[in-house]
T-cell receptor, first 115, second 110 residues
């Protein structure tokens, strides 16, 4: 299995809702990432988990809460979002073998719309 | 982190060779150069990676001059399906190869 899967594919939520995005990989990768991408912009890093521990948090608002239950699974819990949070949310994984040749494997993304 | 600069957009025609250049003037000694391709509403996909000189795979070639301050992604004989955004990233390990530059939007015309 050489892919990163994300669910749901699309999500529409109100500003008072609580929802979660899910990401899964079974490649044995030790690092997993959340990115946010607005239309016609590059992906922006949100969080990095390495060895199931949060290693990078790019000053993301607390209404986004990441969780890494195990080495294969990454969640992003959403609460009280704003319409400007509407975007494509991308998950990625990386072997994290400490070599310059490490590359990221991206999932297809979740298209989030906040009403 | 090495900052990268790429052309915002490029146009080409089917069957032509396309060269996209990325500038990374403050690349560090240990940094690798990685290129990704992204189609609309999909995640980026790894294309090619290199450290110096030339790397070739079944999809593309990557040319890196001796000073490594730039790199050129070469796509041979493009087709309509190569229309996408191409990103150049520079870094030395998974922990810092994380910042996407603006990318180059390639449009291939019939």
């Amino acid at each position: 299995d050489t892919e990163v899967t994300q669910t749901p594919k699309h999500l529409v939520m109100g500003m008072t809702n609580k929802k979660s995005l899910k990401c899964e990989q079974h490649m044995g990768h030790r690092a997993m990432y959340w990115y946010k991408q607005k239309a016609k912009k590059p992906p922006e890093l949100m969080f990095v988990y390495s060895y199931e521990k949060l290693s990078i948090n790019e000053s993301v608002p607390s209404r986004f809460s990441p969780e890494c239950p195990n080495s294969s699974l990454l969640n992003l819990h959403l609460h009280a979002l704003q319409p400007e949070d509407s975007a494509l949310y991308l998950c990625a994984s990386n072997p994290w073998e400490g070599a310059g040749t490490d590359t990221q494997y991206f999932g297809p993304g979740t298209r989030l719309t906040v009403l | 982190l090495a900052k990268t600069t790429q052309p915002i957009s490029m146009d080409s025609y089917e069957g032509q060779e396309v060269n996209i250049t990325c500038s990374h003037n403050n690349i560090a000694t240990n940094d690798y150069i990685t290129w990704y391709q992204q189609f609309p509403s999909q995640g980026p996909r790894f294309i090619i990676q290199g450290y110096k000189t030339k790397v070739t795979n079944e999809v593309a070639s990557l040319f890196i001059p001796a000073d490594r301050k730039s790199s050129t992604l070469s796509l041979p004989r493009v087709s309509l399906s190569d229309t996408a955004v191409y990103y150049c990233l520079v870094g030395w390990d998974a922990g810092n190869m994380l910042t996407f530059g603006g990318g180059t939007r390639l449009m291939v015309k019939p």
